[in-house]
């Protein structure tokens, strides 16, 4: 057991904790004033109710003792044999509480992060059987493939932070509750216009912030390759916004505030896979990629008419895309020994690898998004219902609303 | 007495304060109004996509004053809050029956 690791890891814990309030704030901004607060409330409570689910079966699913490639077995039910000491298998170097509790709070932001795409019209106990189920057979199979020991991981797919698990996994699921709980009610007649961008903003920049412990942490270790992949997010968020913001004004005439927020956001999904694997360079031309990519990507659901509300496919989706492949293209073994070269360092065949690696999680995600999305339907139904939608989620699901005047 | 009612630019508040002030105006209330007139809003742009917005933020300036000299009161307002483009606001001019201070009972201009 190493004690400066362990007390990185414990640190960047609580950093990517935070990201999923700072989503709150980010989401919260995005909505209207009437659902700022149903809105928030869908990323706090995942906090609460996907911790409950990891610590009980969720981690176990992911990290337990392989079954066929496919998925853990039960051996950490309920934490059995997870305790101060050290897992050899999962990671020798830090006690292995720390290591299922850093891999928590990956598990709760990313089910907070699909919450953008049904915001404004979800009921909160659909939303909360959603979020049960969802970690259980879309994020703990998928962790499982990628970190758990599962076939993807073995295949040689590169996914560093969670490019595959958490973006692309939340992106596609955004897609499926897109299509299966429809438009709002007036959208594309009426303006559905961001209510509270300082607070959007402000999320933004917690997420930035937390991003660090994602990334970084996810070295395992306090070493050379947190401080590559420290840097690596660094500088992809924030060419990220010059690349969202230039595509914006050549697009609109104007960069906009949001759009730096976005962008940043756009370059720290895309970095994800890559933090890792990838040379400070490097993440400087992903990155500002990204920020174009991703802008393109959000304007794809008004040519394809699905409302994807705060735009997760967009981002999330087309974002983690985007870094899955660009991790092919520029992941370098003198930057990670254990991990691969890309295109451009001679091996094509990553490339190849990232691309089924991206087809698998996405058909994946939707597919049984799309399942677990019917079956909450039939089972409490899905939306609620006309009128409430019309005075808002505050007042309709929690009785409350944010703002007096 | 005449009642004015003063839908201006949110920028132009300031002068008109000024102006009213220094035309002896004794006192006013200010409110955050939202509409549009011939200016119809204008567009603003999220994400990409651009949005029409019709109801825009302006302030409505009341002050209630005596009818000798309202025309000066008009003019003075009229250079504070003019831009010369179109969203400059408006003024109403309404007849005001009677006005009671709460304090003391006094009534009409005694009560201004």
């Known amino acids: 057991m190493n004690g400066a690791d362990t007390v990185f890891i414990i640190i960047s814990a609580a950093l990517v ?23 928030i409330m869908q990323s706090f409570i995942a906090l609460a109710l996907v911790s409950l689910v990891w610590v009980l079966w969720g981690y176990s699913l992911a990290f337990g003792t392989d079954i066929g490639g496919l998925i853990g077995g039960f051996n950490f039910l309920f934490l059995k044999g997870v305790g101060q000491e050290p897992n050899p298998q999962l990671a020798g170097n830090i006690p292995h509480l720390v290591f299922m509790i850093f891999q928590c709070m ?14 404004e019209r979800m ?23 990628v970190w758990g020991g599962g076939w993807m991981g073995s295949m040689g797919a590169l996914d560093f932070a969670g490019g595959a698990v958490v973006h692309m996994s939340s992106g596609s699921a955004a897609l499926a509750c897109a299509l299966v709980l429809g438009r709002r ?41 947190a401080a590559n992949a420290f840097v690596t997010t660094h500088l992809a968020a924030a060419m990220a916004i010059l690349g969202w913001i230039s595509v914006e004004k050549m697009h609109r005439g104007q960069p906009t505030t949001l759009g730096a927020a976005s962008g940043a956001v756009a370059g720290l999904v895309a970095v994800t896979p890559a933090a890792g694997f ?21 304007l794809l659901k008004e040519r394809l008419d699905y409302d994807d509300s705060l735009d997760v496919v967009g981002i999330h989706g087309l974002g983690g895309i985007w870094g899955a492949l660009g991790t092919g293209l520029f992941a370098s073994l003198a930057v990670n020994g254990s991990g691969a070269n890309g295109l451009f360092f001679g091996n094509a ?12 999680t996405c058909a994946f995600s939707f597919v049984l ?6 079956i909450v339907d039939v089972l409490i139904g899905l939306r609620v219902s006309l009128e409430d939608e019309e005075i808002g989620l505050d007042l309709s699901q929690h009785s409350e609303t944010g703002y007096k005047f | 007495m005449k ?42 742009i999220y994400r990409g996509a651009e949005y029409q917005i019709d109801l825009v933020p302006k302030i409505k300036v009341e002050t209630v004053l005596e009818a000798d000299g309202l025309q000066e009161v008009v003019d003075a307002v009229l250079d504070a809050a003019r831009t010369g483009k179109v969203g400059d606001g408006k003024i109403f001019i309404h007849p005001v029956e009677e006005v009671v201070r709460i304090r003391t009972g006094e009534r009409g201009v005694n009560g201004l």
């Open chain 1, 185 to 225: 009610q007036g959208f594309g007649q009426k303006a559905f216009i961001p209510h509270n961008l300082p607070m959007t903003v402000t999320g933004a920049a917690i997420l930035w912030f937390g991003w660090f412990g994602f990334n970084a942490g996810s070295a395992l270790a306090a070493d050379g390759l």
């Open chain 2, 3 to 44: 009642k004015m009612e003063i839908i201006i630019r949110p920028s132009r508040l300031d002068a008109v304060k000024e102006a009213l002030t220094a035309q002896g105006c004794k006192g006013m209330n200010v409110t955050e109004i939202s509409g549009f007139g011939r200016q119809r809003g204008h567009m603003e």
């Open chain 1, 17 to 39: 904790m935070f990201m999923t309030p700072g989503l709150a704030l980010f989401y919260g901004g995005l909505a209207r004033s009437k659902n700022v607060l149903g809105t």
């Open chain 1, 106 to 119: 990956f598990a709760v932001i990313t089910v907070a992060l699909i919450t953008g795409a049904f915001a």
């Open chain 1, 369 to 374: 998004s799309y399942v677990i999305l019917k």
């Open chain 1, 123 to 145: 009921k909160f106990g659909a939303f909360l059987l959603f979020a049960v189920l969802w970690t259980t057979f879309v994020y703990s199979p998928l962790c499982h493939w």
């Open chain 1, 349 to 360: 065949g990553q490339l190849f690898i990232q691309l089924i690696s991206i087809v698998a």
């Open chain 1, 278 to 298: 990838i040379g400070p360079i490097a993440s400087i031309v992903l990155g500002f990629l990204a920020g174009g990519i991703c802008y393109a990507g959000v």
